[in-house]
């Protein structure tokens, strides 16, 4: 790498559900500035998740996510003159980014017919049941991390 990395910075929490989370998850959805648009979508999504799980929006969306989160993955590293796929555990700001990406994926796949934020509620609201593709993505990388438990001593 060349130079500095450049310092994280801090993500301010939402205005409505003051949470940390929320905001995180309305940046992933913005898409060329148009935040108040994401803003939008996502506080629909939500209300749509509260209505389904019969919880508080917020408590429902961690619980989504937590269902998610990956906990190892796999990275590739030349060993030997071969690439290994080597188990490595993610960190609490990767698990959530990968866990938001995850989600938004398949949000955006599924929504050929309907509004986006029905989409992301149906997608939140499969994943708060540990189903749908965002969780069979984690449950995807936990299998090649299991399987690739051999080389684990290469991290």
Request: overall charge positive; aromatic content about 8%; cysteine-free.
């Amino acid at each position: 790498m060349r130079g500095k990395q450049a310092p994280k910075r801090d993500i301010k929490a939402d205005a409505k559900f003051n949470s940390v989370l929320v905001s995180r998850l309305i940046n992933n959805v913005m898409m060329h500035g148009k935040k108040e648009t994401a803003r939008n979508l996502v506080y629909v999504a939500l209300e749509e998740l509260a209505k389904k799980t019969k919880l508080d929006a917020v408590d429902a969306l961690e619980k989504a996510f937590e269902n998610v989160k990956p906990k190892v993955e796999v990275r590739s590293r030349r060993v030997g003159g071969a690439n290994l796929q080597v188990p490595v555990p993610v960190n609490a700001y990767r698990q959530d980014s990968l866990a938001i990406r995850w989600i938004l994926e398949a949000a955006r796949a599924g929504r050929k017919d309907t509004e986006f934020s029905v989409s992301l509620a149906r997608e939140l609201f499969s994943a708060f049941n540990k189903e749908g593709s965002a969780f069979k993505k984690k449950e995807e990388v936990f299998r090649m991390a299991e399987a690739n438990k051999a080389f684990a001593q290469f991290a």
